[in-house]
T-cell receptor, first 114, second 111 residues
Framework: DAGVIQSPRHEVTEMGQEVTLRCKPISGHDYLFWYRQTMMRGLELLIYFNNNVPIDDSGMPEDRFSAKMPNASFSTLKIQPSEPRDSAVYFC????????????FGDGTRLSIL | DAKTTQPNSMESNEEEPVHLPCNHSTISGTDYIHWYRQLPSQGPEYVIHGLTSNVNNRMASLAIAEDRKSSTLILHRATLRDAAVYYCILRKTGANSKLTFGKGITLSVRP
């Protein structure tokens, strides 16, 4: 079975550029989560969706970050404009059985902002 | 929110059992104990969860103290592939409960 698919796996871009990270959740999962991992702050929840609707975006750092889920099989996390402090590994996860079910994570996108 | 405390690191030998401890002295009655692990360069992976009774699955066993203030993740025969960061997380029941990851414990497995 296909797991959570994230693209790209690696992204290197210059400060000020727009960055778009993509996620395809596991088919049939109704919850989707975006996390960010850095050495300093560990793994942090940014936002999550239920049935394509954002439920909690309290972890989104600031207005430069936005996330959308136009349909059940696709989500994006966008950073505009990007800054060096946004460099991190970004993970997408999905789950079924409500937000309480086990979360299945993708392999992440390693983002470097120069 | 109740927090968990784990040692920073642990070493084990291949093919031997591993016991990973977790303290959660302020756990509430609605908190489930979840374990995830993260292998190098991968996303976290669900391992097991429980409420009061000990739990077993194909990956591991979870032993929960009677007062629920601590728990132990047991890997019955460690392999090199089990080297990872293991996270012990308290998660409340409810439709919109979150996973809050701490620093976890880094498990090294010696051949």
């Amino acid at each position: 079975d296909a797991g959570v698919i994230q693209s790209p796996r690696h992204e290197v871009t210059e400060m000020g550029q727009e960055v778009t990270l993509r996620c395809k959740p596991i088919s049939g999962h109704d919850y989707l989560f975006w996390y960010r991992q850095t050495m300093m702050r560990g793994l942090e929840l940014l936002i999550y969706f239920n049935n394509n609707v954002p439920i909690d975006d309290s972890g989104m750092p600031e207005d430069r970050f936005s996330a959308k889920m136009p349909n059940a099989s696709f989500s994006t996390l966008k950073i505009q404009p990007s800054e060096p402090r946004d460099s991190a590994v970004y993970f997408c996860a999905s789950s079924v059985q409500g937000a309480f079910g086990p979360q299945h994570f993708g392999d992440g996108t390693r983002l470097s902002i120069l | 929110d109740a927090k968990t405390t784990q040692p920073n690191s642990m070493e084990s030998n291949e093919e031997e059992p591993v016991h990973l401890p977790c303290n959660h002295s302020t756990i509430s009655g609605t908190d489930y104990i979840h374990w995830y692990r993260q292998l190098p360069s991968q996303g976290p992976e669900y391992v097991i969860h429980g409420l009061t009774s000990n739990v077993n699955n194909r990956m591991a066993s979870l032993a929960i103290a009677e007062d629920r203030k601590s728990s132990t993740l047991i890997l019955h025969r460690a392999t090199l592939r089990d080297a990872a960061v293991y996270y012990c997380i308290l998660r409340k029941t409810g439709a919109n409960s979150k996973l809050t990851f701490g620093k976890g414990i880094t498990l090294s497995v010696r051949p």
